[in-house]
């Protein structure tokens, strides 16, 4: 199954930025390159499976694609921040040819273009001396957005946080699809080479909550495979296949690994529902980058972190 079956599309995130004497970002350029995200069976022309391209009479391989922006898109899913900036320049390279097939992994491309955005968000306010949490408020006019974002800071103790060798906090922020639930995550980590998370707080608005404890779970069970993506998870492949097929060359989050989550919904009855599942992913990984960075004054870019790209990083 991990040699064969579809992966989650790769991507690039290249993101510049102008900000003027004041340090307000007036400009935002992004790019971003990647597969389609998208190959389930039952949506084209052709099917979609291996087999179809094994047998006597094959089929033509299917390329994987994107879904509407109106469903949310797939690469492109995310890109286009949630802040407010004077202009705004985003454009998404589709990659058709790919060695190995790509298919739907949660959240599509949320989860790059979130840890690219909150990574740089991080970046200009550190240039600027600015806290980060401030910084952000500071390009947000959407009151709800404000609010999960101060929900999560004051519940994580973000004012009151106390700078220690090798610990550090950071904050990631998201509102999945850009028309779902609104999402802010600060997560605490330690260490020096090999990085544990050891807490994340996540503060939620899915407007009027229908079932509370299906949110929770939503929030956790998320956060925590976020946080197994960002520490952990990679497709290794050479020329001719995928290597990373055990679950040696394929590591994931441990029980013992898992952080504590605490999850602060704010509950919106004057607003309609809006979905729950994916929101804490793309949040979490920020989050956590920033936080590595804090700790260790080093930024890691490249997913996931590990002891090699921290060293580099460092180098």
């Known amino acids: 199954e991990l040699a064969w079956s579809p992966v989650g599309a ?36 052709i099917p979609t499976v291996f087999a179809a391209t094994q047998i006597a009479k094959p089929f033509e391989r299917f390329i994987a694609v994107n879904p509407p922006m109106a469903n949310g898109g797939g690469a492109e899913r995310n890109a286009v921040p949630l802040y407010d900036f004077a202009s705004m320049r985003i454009t998404c390279h589709r990659l058709l040819t790919m060695p190995i097939r790509t298919s739907a992994l949660r959240t599509l491309g949320a989860f790059a273009n979130v840890f690219a955005i909150e990574s740089f968000m991080d970046e200009l306010a550190a240039e600027r001396g600015e806290d980060p949490l401030a910084f952000r408020l500071r390009h947000l006019k959407d009151p709800r957005a404000r609010t999960v974002l101060e929900a999560a800071a004051k519940r994580a103790g973000w004012s009151t946080w106390r700078k220690r060798d090798g610990a550090g906090h950071g904050i990631g922020f998201g509102r999945y699809k850009n028309f779902g639930a609104y999402c802010a995550v600060v997560a605490e980590v330690e260490g020096e080479a090999d990085i544990r998370v050891r807490r994340l707080v996540v503060a939620v608005d899915v407007g009027e909550v229908i079932n509370p404890d299906g949110v929770a779970n939503q929030m956790e069970g998320g956060a925590i495979q976020a946080t197994s993506w960002t520490l952990k998870e990679a497709v290794r492949f050479d020329r001719t296949r995928i290597t990373s097929d055990t679950w040696e060359t394929y590591p994931i989050l441990r029980f013992s690994e898992v952080p504590a989550v605490e999850v602060e919904i704010l509950n919106r009855p004057e607003e309609r529902s809006l979905g729950a599942g994916e929101a804490a992913h793309s949040p979490t990984a920020a989050a956590i980058g920033n936080a590595v960075f804090h700790a260790l004054g080093v930024r890691v870019r490249d997913l996931p972190i590990t002891r090699e790209r921290i060293i580099a990083a460092a180098g």
């Open 10 to 45: 790769a991507m690039a995130v290249e993101i510049e930025a102008d900000l003027d004497a004041q340090g307000e970002i007036v400009g935002w350029r992004g790019d971003v390159w990647s597969n389609g995200h998208v190959s389930r069976s039952g949506r084209s022309a």
